[in-house]
């Protein structure tokens, strides 16, 4: 299994405090069968503004503890602004394993009016957006088609375990499975931001697709490696379901 969105490195976002609480979650990722972990800490301008030597210098010490029994590459969770092109040319924003693919997160509440613009200057960069945890976002649950076209477009997106799970309420929880029972979901992460109640647990909900979504599982776990090397992956053609009562609110013209 890999985690591709988790805030293990500590003292720079509002994830790890210490690197004693690093140590606690990176060690229950590895009891959870974790094979890779992303260190997909904030970057969000003027709030969390990463400095990458002393990012990168955090990893490797945590690399280097648990080298033997976990890899853990460096990511981050870059927030969309309509200047990520030039972030990430003047090297303050980078790719997920420093290859081709960028966890983004949209605003909570908005789909900004730019977000396709920016994803395609992404993707003309050779850089495939993978959207974080699509299915906390108001405007596309509201709106599963807001995705279904990004997808469509060549991006990807990422699904936080505790949403499968319920631990973000009851809505979320149903466009969570409504997103495994479409194919528009494509790597899962665990969102950790701490040793407590967000902590790295993601096994459960990788057994939640597999019982809603088999064949969705077993693309997750045949080419979740390949995203990490930066390889090209063909995605699930993206399925069509029944829409009544909540389900047909998600969809519209």
Known sequence: MVDFHSHIVFNVDDGSSDIAMSKNMILNAIDEGTKCICASSHYIPIE??????????????LRQIFSEKIDIVPALEVYLTP??????????????????????????SEFPMYTEDVFYELRLKGITPIIAHPERNIKIAENINLLKNLIEQGV????????????????????????????????LGSDAHNDGKRNTNIKTAFN??????????????ENQFSI??????????????KKA??????FKR
Not at 88 to 102: F, Q, V
Not at 208 to 221: A, G, H, T, V
Not at 228 to 241: F, Q
Request: one cysteine or more; aromatic letters at 10%.
């Open 156 to 187: 990807l997106a990422q699904m936080n375990s505790g949403s499968i799970l319920g631990f973000y309420g009851k809505r979320v929880k149903e466009v969570a499975e409504t997103l495994i029972q479409m194919n528009l979901i494509h790597v």
């Open 48 to 61: 969390f503004e990463q400095s990458k030597e002393e990012f990168f210098e955090k990893v490797d010490d």
């Open 208 to 221: 939640r697709i597999n019982e809603i979504n088999p064949d969705l599982y077993e693309w997750i776990i």
């Open 228 to 241: 990490i090397n930066g390889d090209d992956v063909e995605v699930l053609p993206i399925k069509k379901i």
């Open 245 to 250: 009562g909540f389900l047909a609110r998600m």
């Open 83 to 108: 200047d990520l092109i030039e972030l990430y040319e003047a090297g303050k924003i980078w790719c997920i394993n420093e290859k081709k693919y960028m966890l983004i997160e949209l605003p909570m």
